[in-house]
């Protein structure tokens, strides 16, 4: 069995994206790592250089978007390194998530035992979309993702490069639509999402960057009103729950957390939206760890 990895990414640095912990955080499993670099204002490329495994296969190009519209462009990149991909299966991590150490071998051997189960298509994880510092997530957005995929050239990237459909689809619906019974959910491990940790500023300055890939050109730019949207309290039923710390930086110790409240978070979150016997605080352990010893 041979196992691909990849990703796509420009200005890893500029935007704060942990791309090398997130390229080291699978790059054991995988018998190659396909990473599509597009020309960047930052040291992006010597980055991913430096890593220095021969595993790593670097793809340069030219980010060229013509469409401009709903960040279908990110899917056209996708594919592109999808199509550079030569194992039996093909782990797709974007440039802000990182996979716990702990999960490599019970991954590894999922991919082992359906290799020749052609019934199985793909497989889809757990997500923890973290928000303004590695300890706090957002247990109310998207819950899941497919992120490991059977390379066969029958799936390919759609949308905004969040999931996966058919080529046989002109509709180009996501695979869980059409073939949910080939799709394997794991429930215990996760993806860990970083795309909101970031200086309040920082983030502002990402979606900027990205608009016209979704609105095209001369749409408005992101304003404070903006910010202070993503970075305000949550309301479920009336009740106030912290999910986005408030502070300006980082560095700054002192947050609001779900995590610092679990009682208050048991009666707000609906039960779905609980890892089942772990819980905010687990997790936030789990992702510390990650980072700290996936960083080379």
């Not at 030569?86 to 150490?101: N, R, S």
């Not at 590695?134 to 998207?142: A, D, G, K, L, M």
């Not at 993503?230 to 408030?246: A, H, N």
Request: proline share 5%; hydrophobic share 40%.
């Amino acid at each position: 069995m041979k196992v691909s990895g990849f990703t796509i990414v420009k200005n890893a640095v500029l935007l704060e994206y942990p791309l090398v912990e997130s390229i080291l955080s699978i790059l054991p499993i995988v018998d190659e790592y396909v990473v599509l670099i597009g020309k960047s204002d930052d040291d992006t490329l010597e980055r991913v250089k430096a890593i220095g495994s021969p595993k790593i296969r670097i793809v340069e190009n030219e980010w060229r978007d013509d469409k401009k519209s709903g960040g279908e462009f990110f899917s056209e990149l996708t594919n592109v390194a999808l199509k550079e991909c030569t194992g039996d299966w093909a782990f797709y991590l974007q440039a802000d998530e990182v996979i716990h150490e702990k999960d490599l071998s019970s991954l590894r051997s999922l991919m082992e035992t359906h290799v020749d189960n052609q019934q199985v298509k793909a497989i889809s994880l757990r997500i923890r979309n973290f928000h303004g510092d590695y300890r706090t997530f957002n247990p109310y957005s998207h819950r899941k993702a497919i992120r490991i995929i059977r390379n066969n050239g029958e799936i390919v990237s759609v949308g905004n490069a969040v999931t996966f459909t058919l080529t046989s689809s002109p509709e180009k619906k996501t695979i869980q639509l059409l073939i949910p019974e080939s799709i394997i959910s794991i429930r215990d491990i996760h993806i860990f999402h970083y795309s909101w940790v970031k200086d309040k500023r920082a983030l502002l300055k990402k979606d900027n960057l990205m608009r016209v890939h979704y609105h095209g050109d001369g749409t408005s730019l992101a304003t404070d009103y903006r910010l202070d949207y993503w970075y305000k309290r949550f309301t479920y039923c009336g009740v106030p729950v912290p999910i986005s710390p408030l502070s300006q930086s980082l560095a700054q110790p002192e947050i609001l957390s779900v995590s610092a409240a679990p009682r208050l978070y048991r009666i707000a979150a609906p039960r779905r939206n609980r890892h089942a016997g772990s819980g905010p605080l687990a997790m936030a352990r789990h992702t510390n760890a990650a980072l700290l010893r996936t960083t080379p």
